[in-house]
């Protein structure tokens, strides 16, 4: 599992610091080496006050092979999750200034869907954003505007096979959950609709985890408002700064 790891401003060895794992959309996309903001979330942003930012291409990644970028179909979620773990333990190995108590997850779209899926796997991630996730594949697979991309993945229809759609919705393994997490979404998202956040939202409330619903007007899947954009990150900052605290 190749990815890249941003390394926070004026990084001192001797300080602790957060990490948060930025996992990009696609699902076959890849984050790239690169320098600047992309996205409503974004890694250098996060860099620059102060986090590590570690952005993971797991299976299912574009640029390394047919059979990388394959590894995924009929098994959304688990393997990407094993990998973004991977990637997370060679970081605290190499980084001893890096906080492992201090470990959050955050993404966009398909990283959107693995930060739900993600919280409902493990509790190694103290706090989450998901932007434009996806919480129940059964569900989204008639409210979006896209569906055409998912049998290829799936190996059928959810008509034909739910039982596979099944296995990778976040929604079917909620009562496991336990990470505070931030969702956000555009009211016009026709890629990601708007209903998975409210399912997802409505599901961890009901089960008392630490929540919040932002619901942006006039938005579809990739922000265009500057200040819808601002205000997505500055609220990540501060979900990430209220349940990952610096020591004191």
């Known amino acids: ?3 890249w790891l941003h390394q926070p401003k ?3 060895p001797a300080k602790k610091y957060g990490l948060i794992v ?3 959309g696609g699902p076959a996309a890849a984050a790239q080496s690169h320098w600047g903001g992309r996205g409503s979330l974004s890694g250098t942003a996060f860099s620059a006050l102060g986090y590590f930012v570690l952005e993971p291409n797991p299976r299912g990644s574009y640029g390394q092979g047919e059979a990388f970028a394959a590894a995924n179909r009929k098994d959304f979620g688990y393997g990407d999750l094993r990998d973004i773990e991977a990637g997370v333990d060679v970081v605290l190995a190499k980084y001893p200034a890096v906080d492992a ?6 993404g966009w779209s398909y990283g959107g869907f693995m930060t739900m899926f993600g919280v409902t796997q493990t509790t190694r991630f103290k706090a989450a954003v998901a932007g434009a996730g996806i919480a129940n ?3 989204y697979y008639g409210e979006n505007s896209i569906d055409q991309w998912m049998t290829p993945y799936f190996g059928a229809s959810v008509y034909k096979d739910p039982g596979v759609y099944a296995k990778s919705s976040a929604i079917n393994f909620i009562d496991k959950i336990k990470t505070p997490t931030l969702v956000v979404v555009g009211d016009r998202d026709g890629e990601c609709p708007a209903p998975q956040s409210f399912e997802f939202w409505h599901a961890l409330r009901d089960q008392h985890v630490p929540t919040q619903l932002v619901v942006y007007p ?3 899947h ?3 408002d500057p200040a819808h954009r601002t205000d997505v990150l500055v609220r990540a900052l501060g979900w990430f700064a209220k349940y990952m605290p610096e020591a004191k």
């Open 10 to 12: 004026d990084y001192d």
């Open 101 to 106: 108590g201090r470990v959050g997850l955050t």
């Open 137 to 139: 594949w059964q569900s």
């Open 222 to 224: 990739g922000f265009v």
């Open 218 to 220: 006039n938005e579809g």
């Open 22 to 24: 930025l996992v990009h």
């Open 1 to 3: 599992m190749q990815g």
